[in-house]
């Protein structure tokens, strides 16, 4: 999940990456709040320093043995969730990214 859910943090259009995001997220086995959770207390706090990088940051995403080891050190595992309106670039990924969750499960539900 880590190593997709980056995509919003690099130097491209995440709206590239967001169907295969959301399909992933879809199909794996954890609720839509514990998707939440990994992307705002485990993803972004690993990650979210790539957008201000300086001359450029990364494009491609970050190695997931880095990635796997960054979002252990950095995770908010068990803590609230950060204010969405402190994150707005976030919280819209957030909302599109989830929707997209819903949709693909609703999808296969009528599958």
Same mark, same amino acid.
């Given at each position: 999940? *880590? $190593?997709?859910?980056?995509?919003?943090w690099? $130097?491209? $259009? &995440?709206?590239?990456?967001? +169907?295969?995001? +959301? #399909?992933?997220? %879809?199909?794996s086995?954890?609720?839509?709040?514990?998707?939440?959770a990994?992307?705002?207390?485990?993803?972004?706090? %690993?990650? #979210?320093?790539?957008? %201000?990088m300086? &001359?450029? &940051?990364? *494009?491609?995403?970050?190695?997931?043995?880095?990635?796997?080891?960054?979002?252990?050190?950095k995770?908010?595992?068990?803590?609230?969730?950060?204010?969405? *309106?402190?994150? &707005?670039?976030?919280?819209?990924?957030w909302?599109?990214? #989830?929707?997209?969750?819903?949709?693909?499960?609703?999808?296969?539900?009528?599958?």
């Amino acid at each position: 999940m *880590w $190593d997709h859910m980056q995509n919003f943090w690099m $130097d491209t $259009d &995440p709206s590239i990456f967001l +169907a295969d995001v +959301a #399909s992933t997220c %879809a199909q794996s086995k954890y609720s839509l709040e514990e998707l939440e959770a990994i992307f705002w207390n485990e993803v972004r706090p %690993a990650v #979210s320093f790539n957008m %201000a990088m300086f &001359p450029a &940051p990364e *494009w491609a995403g970050f190695k997931i043995d880095w990635l796997k080891e960054r979002v252990l050190r950095k995770s908010r595992f068990g803590k609230p969730l950060p204010r969405k *309106w402190l994150h &707005p670039y976030a919280a819209n990924w957030w909302r599109k990214l #989830s929707a997209g969750i819903v949709r693909h499960r609703s999808d296969a539900r009528a599958s």
